[in-house]
Nanobody, 118 residues
């Protein structure tokens, strides 16, 4: 069973930055496209950014120019650098393969909480 562990979240003021990390295990990481997803209270889980196995990236319009996704296949890890954070970025952030599995799939980790507030 795939294991995904997210870290790096926290409380930050508007305009601040955070770097999220996701460590994957029990998966041939290098062959999969990976994504970062987020879910705010009462909302569905949405794709924020994705990166192909060969490093091509794509972003949701709401984060384009502010967030950067990257990966290190040697470390089985994917990262999300978040700059110029806004209150509307507040959510629990998850990583998983792209396209994502069903929300009920056991591969989803606990996520990491990002709160942007004064």
């Amino acid at each position: 069973q795939v294991q995904l562990v997210e870290s790096g979240g926290g409380l930050v003021q508007p305009g601040g930055s955070l770097r999220l990390s996701c460590a994957a295990s029990r998966i041939i990481f290098s062959i999969f496209a990976m994504g970062w997803y987020r879910q705010a209270p009462g909302e569905q889980r949405d794709l924020v950014a994705r990166i192909s196995s060969d490093g091509r990236t794509n972003y949701a319009a709401s984060v384009q120019g502010r967030f950067t996704i990257s990966r290190d296949n040697g470390k089985n890890s994917v990262y999300l650098q978040m700059n110029s954070l806004k209150p509307e970025d507040t959510a629990v952030y998850y990583c998983n393969i792209y396209p994502p599995p069903d929300p009920s799939d056991d591969s989803w980790g606990q996520g990491t909480q990002v709160t942007v507030s004064l």
